[in-house]
């Protein structure tokens, strides 16, 4: 797929990094304008990230129902749980429905969540919460393998190309990744322990570009050239 961006591309990046600008500068104005207006709890940044979201359920659940007999189980089975993560972290980000519907948390999360809600991403372990535990180790890993080193693997080697188009994994485009890149480095000038609330909002609105419009764009169509390429190496094979 040709890395040349289309009108609503460039409209997310823009979007996405005008939302980030305005958190970086307005921390560094103002913490309390930060902490207590822009990335509040259930305010607009909050509320915003979980747009992307619900695109990546609504794209997902497009391609299982015009891919599912023309992929393989491990396609389906990929993109099935890319829809069901995206679903969990919408219900985390709401707290499953908690507020909306006025449910009072257990004693467990009242007495291990930070914020006293029913969510997993805001339990303290060991006096540090899991989100930031995740941020800070697992996630950086994940996403230096995913940005990183996985798109050298699809261009450098064939196996890895099959495997990657055959599983249903959008490679993200040079672009995307820059913006990642770019948006890490934003979020560290962020004079607030909230400024997970910022990379967030930043990330979920980049994976869904890279969902939408990943690098191999052509595996998510119901006819392309990995069908044709797919169905010239069983010829050979056979002959």
């Known amino acids: ?52 979201l619900f695109v ?7 391609y299982i129902k015009n891919l599912r007999f023309i992929r393989s189980k491990l396609f389906v ?6 829809v069901l993560f995206a679903a969990f972290v919408i219900g985390e980000e709401i707290s499953w429905g908690q507020r909306v519907f006025n449910v009072e948390s257990s004693a467990f999360f ?25 941020f800070s180790q697992l996630i950086i890993v994940c996403l230096a393998f995913y940005l990183i080193l996985l798109p050298w693997l699809y261009h450098k080697k064939p ?13 993200p485009r040079t672009y995307q990744i820059i913006a990642c890149l770019v948006l890490f480095i934003s979020i560290s000038f962020i004079p607030s322990g909230k400024n997970a609330e910022i990379l967030e909002f930043g990330i979920t609105h980049l994976f869904a570009l890279i969902y939408v419009f990943p690098k191999n764009k052509h595996i998510f ?5 990995f069908q044709q390429s797919s169905s010239s190496q069983v010829h050979n094979k056979v002959a």
């Open 56 to 62: 990546i359920i609504v794209v997902g659940i497009t």
């Open 159 to 171: 196996k890895w190309q099959q495997f990657i188009d055959y599983a249903g994994i959008p490679l």
């Open 221 to 225: 169509r119901k006819k392309n050239r």
């Open 110 to 134: 009242l007495e291990n969540n930070a914020q006293q809600e029913t969510n997993l991403h805001n339990l303290v372990v060991g006096g540090q919460k899991i989100n930031k535990i995740v």
């Open 1 to 52: 797929m040709s890395d040349k961006l289309n009108s609503l591309e460039i409209a997310v990046v823009t979007f996405a990094f005008i939302g980030v600008a305005v958190g970086v500068i307005g921390a560094n104005i103002s913490v309390d304008w930060f902490e207590e207006i822009y990335a509040v709890e259930d305010g607009i940044i909050e509320n915003l990230t979980l747009v992307p």
């Open 77 to 82: 089975i990929i993109i099935s749980l890319s």
